[in-house]
């Protein structure tokens, strides 16, 4: 859980992030940035700071400020609705992404992630200012952002988070507040 204090805080950064990005926000995008800690209340580590631009029945398109070496842990987008499940396409626009997927393993992997198990689809997609991926739908992935931080656009089909199903049983895509 977050206090209120520091899910302002990590808003406050986040909108500086994309500020020095170049990224345009209105004031309602600013106030709007989703802190997600996903119940694990280790922002810095294991988190995502969202600006959702639109999220329709066929598209969305979303801006991800990530802190240095902020995790969004391993989870994959399962069918719903009759439709494959969300493909979205990651495009790095500051800073290093690493993006793991289903796959040959990297022999060598970027990241640094807690030894706890959580963590098993090790092909490693390096992504750098104007790359991008595309990861098809229900395909087991995470990512994490470099030493400097990362800006991701994310460009999907219909998102639907309360549907993700995550490797670790104990994250919560809802971020809670704690009372106070």
């Not at 963590?119 to 104007?130: D, K, N, Q, S």
Request: charged share 30%; net charge negative.
């Amino acid at each position: 859980m977050l206090t209120r204090k520091e899910l302002a805080e990590a808003r406050g950064r986040a909108a500086e992030i994309f500020v020095q990005a170049g990224i345009a926000l209105t004031d309602a995008e600013r106030s709007a940035i989703e802190i997600a800690d996903f119940g694990l209340s280790k922002l810095e580590e294991t988190g995502l700071e969202i600006v959702v631009y639109v999220n329709t029945e066929r598209v969305a398109a979303k801006e991800l400020a990530m802190f240095p070496r902020q995790i969004c842990p391993e989870h994959r987008h399962p069918p719903f609705d009759g439709t494959p499940g969300k493909e979205e396409t990651f495009r790095c626009r500051a800073g290093t992404v690493y993006v793991y997927t289903e796959g040959e393993p990297a022999p060598h992997p970027h990241a640094r992630v807690p030894a706890d198990g959580t963590f098993t689809a090790w092909h490693e997609i390096v992504l750098r200012p104007g790359e991008q991926y595309t990861v098809p739908p229900d395909t087991l992935h995470w990512f994490q952002a470099g030493d400097e931080g990362a800006i991701v656009s994310e460009f999907s089909t219909r998102s639907r988070d309360d549907l993700d199903i995550f490797t670790d049983p104990r994250i919560e895509r809802a971020t809670r507040l704690a009372d106070g």
